[in-house]
């Protein structure tokens, strides 16, 4: 399978380490997380066998589905998990694990987003406090097209908006007070390209 071969950060068979110097963040990515032939097993599976759903906000009042399809897979365990919360598959306790080793820390839950086309992305945002808590750690891992992942500070305009593209197998980990003093989007391209699947590992938090 010849899938995703845009960038040479697989040919040294290391993983590319690059911590960013922002104020407020604590961000490190990691190219080549994944082997080549991982990356591409792991798309496969999970471009084939999840059990993607459209998913749908309010916005001003208005109920919209947004631009992309959705999975969402939670511990049974956790206090107050979501009802609709899929069972982990092999595959994703697979990747979890790698995650939790790298970063020693345990996630209870991970979101699954596929960007069918260059008409999905997702708009600036910040991921909501009440689910993961203040100050949360979020791991993402990325496989399929290479897609460009922004950032920018809420309150000082005076710091450049940061751009990443996220390669196919990478790892991105935004810790600290990042997702409390920053925004992120995927923004929507005119190229074609190609699916991508997203997977950010949370520590999901409930209400009793």
């Known amino acids: 399978m010849t899938l995703f071969n845009d960038t040479d950060l697989f040919a040294s ?30 798309y496969d599976i999970l ?12 916005i001003y009042d208005k109920t919209v589905k947004v ?7 939670e511990d049974k365990e956790n206090s107050g998990a979501a009802p ?8 994703l306790l697979e990747i979890r ?20 086309n260059g008409r999905d992305g997702v708009s600036w945002h910040s991921d ?11 791991a993402s891992v990325t496989f399929g097209e290479t897609r460009m992942f922004r950032l920018r500070h809420k309150v000082r305009k005076d710091i450049p908006q940061v751009e990443i593209p996220l390669h196919h197998g990478s790892f991105l980990l935004m810790s600290g007070t990042t997702n409390t003093y920053w925004q992120h989007e995927v923004p929507k391209t005119a190229r074609k390209v190609l699916p991508r699947i997203n997977l950010t590992f949370r520590i999901a938090k409930r209400l009793p």
């Open 13 to 42: 068979g290391t993983d590319h380490y690059k911590e960013f110097d922002l104020p407020d963040a604590e961000v490190t990515l990691r190219d080549a997380f994944f082997t080549k032939e991982e990356a591409d097993f792991y």
């Open 84 to 91: 609709d919360a899929l069972e982990w598959t092999p595959a």
């Open 47 to 58: 471009l084939n066998q999840t059990p993607w759903r459209e998913f749908e906000m309010e």
């Open 128 to 138: 909501r406090e009440y689910t993961i808590g203040k100050d949360p750690t979020i």
């Open 97 to 116: 694990k790698r995650v939790e080793e790298n970063t020693g820390v345990k996630f209870n839950s991970v979101l699954l987003n596929l960007y069918r």
């Open 67 to 73: 631009p992309r399809m959705v999975a969402w897979y």
